[in-house]
Nanobody, 115 residues
Framework: QVQLVESGGGLVQPGGSLRLSCAAS????????MGWYRQAPGKERELVAT???????NYADSVKGRFTISRDNAKLTVYLRMNSLKPEDTAVYYC?????????WGQGTQVTVSS
């Protein structure tokens, strides 16, 4: 059984920064991709950023240049550094880990960007 614990969400003013963390535990082998997704009210869940075990990254166009994804393989943790936050970044952010045999989602953490 895999557990993902997310942290770091909250309320921030436009232009501010946050760092999200997602720590994985349990029966985990050969994680390939770790990533972050988000879902705003009334919208579908969308990809924010992913990172492979080799360090290759992929970002949504809307966050390129502002967000940075990273991972610590020894700690089974993925991070999302978010800078220059905008009100349109407001959403519930979910982490996801995947291997060739499974995928698991976190419970989500709320990020609200508002003055």
């Amino acid at each position: 059984q895999v557990q993902l614990v997310e942290s770091g969400g909250g309320l921030v003013q436009p232009g501010g920064s946050l760092r999200l963390s997602c720590a994985a535990s349990g029966n985990i082998f050969n994680i390939n991709t770790m990533g972050w997704y988000r879902q705003a009210p009334g919208k579908e869940r969308e990809l924010v950023a992913t990172i492979t075990s080799g360090g290759s990254t992929n970002y949504a166009d809307s966050v390129k240049g502002r967000f940075t994804i990273s991972r610590d393989n020894a700690k089974l943790t993925v991070y999302l550094r978010m800078n220059s936050l905008k009100p349109e970044d407001t959403a519930v952010y979910y982490c996801k880990i995947a291997s060739s045999t499974f995928a698991s989602w976190g419970q989500g953490t709320q990020v609200t960007v508002s003055s």
